[in-house]
């Protein structure tokens, strides 16, 4: 069964500092990859995506793919207290299918 | 680009009841996705299209579910007989290609009395 794990938390962090979020899945067949955020009662919404191993920088916003290991990280520089919120990940196993599986979402607390 | 929307927001009714809940997606994306999520819980895949055929179905989705979008546009996802399991948030997303990141709408809150 494709699997995707997360560390659920609660991260808490202080205002300033990097948050580092982590996540491993469980087929080496993944093809692509994603970071959504979901603010409580709000709908995902997508921050990142990622398809090759190495570094992708979007603003504060860098992920990172290691496929040999199946790891999969976002960090967030210079954490604001509006960046708390739950951080799912998300793997899209390609083929035939197109449907995400997602993590559970580690919730992020960023303080003031 | 108006994003994913979805119809209703919110959504209450007596077990046993049928629902029906609606999207459009961003009018250029070929695909669309049900997503199920539940409290503490990552969404979870229903069905999804290409277009207006349906090419997968999750074993979550169950034969009261039922899902079309007739014209390759539009979405509608149908829940017959509902029961207290069903109360959830039901999401919809749409993606260009099949890697492509998918968008989601803001949802629709099923609560089942």
Redesign the interface.
């Known amino acids: 069964q494709k699997e ?1 794990e997360q560390n659920s938390g609660p991260l808490s962090v202080p205002e300033g500092a990097i948050a580092s979020l982590n996540c491993t899945y469980s087929d080496r067949g993944s ?2 990859f ?1 970071w ?1 955020r979901q603010y409580s009662g ?5 921050i990142m ?1 990622i ?1 090759s191993n190495g570094d992708k920088e979007d603003g504060r916003f860098t992920a990172q793919l290691n496929k040999a290991s199946q790891y999969v990280s976002l960090l967030i520089r210079d954490s604001q207290p509006s960046d708390s919120a739950t951080y ?1 990940c ?1 793997v ?1 196993y ?1 083929g ?10 580690t919730k992020l607390s960023v303080k003031p | 680009d108006t994003g994913v929307s979805q119809d209703p927001r919110h959504k209450i009714t007596k077990r046993g009841q049928n629902v029906t809940f609606r999207c459009d997606p961003i009018s250029e994306h070929n695909r669309l996705y049900w997503y199920r999520q539940t409290l503490g819980q990552g969404p979870e895949f229903l069905t999804y299209f290409q277009n207006e055929a349906q090419l997968e179905k999750s074993r979550l989705l169950s034969d009261r579910f039922s899902a079309e979008r007739p014209k390759g546009s539009f979405s509608t996802l149908e829940i017959q007989r509902t029961e207290q399991g069903d109360s959830a948030m039901y999401l919809c997303a749409s993606s260009f290609l099949e890697d492509s990141p998918q968008h989601f709408g803001d949802g629709t809150r099923l609560s089942i009395l």
């Open positions: 995707v093809q692509s994603f959504y709000k709908s995902p919404e997508l995506f398809y799912l998300a899209n390609g035939s299918q197109g449907n995400l599986i997602f993590g559970k979402g």
